[in-house]
């Protein structure tokens, strides 16, 4: 009689812990983004209406096919990538690197009208910023990379007025997922600063001329 009330008792408890294992557990995953530099307030209200300003059109953007996945990729060694289980980015990095390098531009230019590849014929703007990706990524080390040829072409006559390769690394306050995306908007904001000198000096130059066009 003991002995079936023991296996009860243990039958019993084996139940309530294997239920216990079913039961919901709270997703791990985290989601993150990179983030624009900060807009000057009288940029921001003066943009649109501003005739003198830049048309300007983004992309189109292309990223390593090692990149084009919702998972966060770290490089380990020259010949492997490591992608997080739980770190995601929460769009696709082509759309949020695209997005955010025209509202850097944005805020460090005078534009006008600004719209992202593909555009509509009627909608062309003057100039066109393209931008191949060769590396955006942290390194097993903690620093971060970003890798890049970029082109300004005057977009009627898909002419290339200015270009360049961009290699560009920075160091995280502290090694996280949270540090290095952070790191990685600061590149994008370095590369974006450098293609709008480009445009700064082209527009300049057209300005010379009076053949700005918009």
């Not at 005078?110 to 062309?124: A, D, G, Q």
């Amino acid at each position: 009689m003991n002995r079936c009330i023991t296996l009860i008792f243990l039958l019993a408890n084996f139940m309530f812990s294997g239920c216990g294992s079913f039961s919901p557990r709270a997703d791990p995953s985290r989601f993150f983004t990179l983030t624009a530099i900060a807009q000057p307030a009288a940029r921001a209200t003066k943009e649109s209406s501003n005739p003198d300003g830049v048309s300007l059109g983004i992309g189109p953007i292309r990223l390593p096919g090692y990149l084009d996945r919702q998972e966060i990729a770290t490089r380990v060694s020259p010949n492997r990538i490591d992608l997080s289980e739980y770190d995601h980015w929460a769009e696709p990095l082509e759309t949020n690197f695209d997005r955010v390098l025209g509202q850097n531009l944005a805020a460090l230019l005078p534009i006008n009208r600004l719209v992202f590849f593909p555009w509509e014929s009627t909608r062309s703007p003057a100039y066109q910023v393209e931008v191949e990706v060769l590396r955006f990524e942290a390194s097993a080390a903690g620093d971060v990379q970003l890798s890049a040829r970029w082109a300004v072409l005057e977009t009627s006559k898909k002419v290339a007025l200015k270009s360049g390769e961009t290699h560009l690394v920075r160091q995280p306050a502290v090694k996280s997922t949270d540090a290095a995306v952070a790191a990685l908007s600061e590149t994008l904001g370095d590369l974006s600063r450098e293609i709008a000198n480009a445009i700064g000096t082209i527009v300049g130059q057209k300005n010379l001329s009076g053949a700005v066009s918009n």
